[in-house]
């Protein structure tokens, strides 16, 4: 009678300590699980995925010739034939705010993209050698960290030769080029405080007392556990460089003619703020809600890699 209660209570008792245990999961699979329950997750992807397809595909959205001018029409308000109005050179604006989302975009994830790069492989070197490589490398960082990113950024496209004006590809890698070289001394701090702190880790260690090279550890073992912080920071940064770009573009040094962007035409509607403030608010609106966006993302993605939050 006893035994057969007992196994009676183990057979009921296993699936529930099976449930209890549940299935081993990784890290991104948890920060995955944790965004999808985020509302805003799906409004900034949403957001993110409208602005990217505008910069693919802008002729799903509107049929317009951005570059074409109807003087007789100059700074139409709203209504009058065109949803957003002209400017002051007859541009169709709502055309313009489309086709200005694919300079913009580009420009925050090729600068992202070429900080990450750039930044994070300086920092996993320095952070994993130490000694006076990282000595040398974080005090190279220390003299780019030390230029404000837009002032520097000034100097240096100021500085460039004229053949970059020339081509709509050159006009934006110049940008790119710019923030870049710029803008990966804060990445690189980050990455190598995250080496150093994954380095010391009983699976470091022993996977280099087995004899894996230090590519190998690097690629197996530390990268796996320090990107997560570079991620989140570079998911903000994107939405940073979009806005930094239109600053630039304002002041008449970023992104020049041929090229169509938001801090061009933002630029342009100076002019007539006062009588067609419709010129400047469509452009500033489509810019605010690019940089928003990725700002938003980034949120999430911190608070879903957070380990306090799990």
């Not at 699979?29 to 944790?34: E, F, K, Q, Y």
């Not at 304002?250 to 002019?271: E, N, R, T």
Request: hydrophobic fraction near 50%; proline fraction near 5%.
């Amino acid at each position: 009678m006893t035994e057969a209660t007992i196994t009676e209570s183990s057979s009921v008792a296993d699936p529930h300590d099976a449930g209890d245990v549940g299935e081993e999961r990784s890290l991104a699979s948890d920060a995955w699980r944790s965004m999808r329950k985020n509302p805003m997750f799906w409004i900034s992807a949403t957001m993110i995925a409208v602005f990217v397809l505008m910069a693919v595909w802008p002729s799903l959205f509107t049929k317009t010739d951005p570059t074409f001018a109807v003087l007789a029409e100059s700074r139409a308000k709203p209504g009058d034939g065109t949803w957003f109005g002209r400017d002051i050179q007859g541009y169709d604006i709502y055309a313009r705010c489309i086709y200005g989302a694919r300079a913009s975009i580009l420009v925050g994830l090729f600068t992202t993209t070429g900080t990450v790069l750039l930044g994070g492989t300086i920092g996993v070197i320095s952070g994993y050698l130490g000694g006076w490589v990282d000595a040398l490398l974080s005090r190279i960082g220390d003299v780019f960290f030390a230029i404000p990113l837009l002032l520097g950024a000034i100097i240096f496209l100021v500085s460039l030769p004229d053949f970059f004006n020339d081509n709509y590809l050159l006009i934006v890698l110049k940008v790119v080029f710019a923030l870049v070289i710029l803008g990966w001394p804060s990445l690189a701090r980050l990455m190598r405080s995250s080496v150093i702190q994954v380095k010391p880790n009983d699976y470091v260690q022993a996977a280099r007392a087995l004899g894996a090279s230090p590519w190998r550890v690097i690629r197996s073992h530390i990268l796996p556990n320090a990107l997560a912080p570079m991620i989140v920071v570079a998911t903000i940064n994107l939405g940073a460089y979009i806005a930094v770009e239109a600053t630039l573009s304002f002041l008449g040094i970023g992104l020049q003619p041929p090229a169509i962007s938001w801090g061009i035409d933002i630029s342009s509607a100076i002019v007539g703020l006062r009588t067609t403030p419709h010129m400047l608010f469509f452009p500033s609106l489509f810019l605010s809600l690019a940089v928003l966006a990725f700002i938003m993302l980034g949120d999430v993605v911190r608070d879903a890699l957070d380990p306090k939050n799990r």
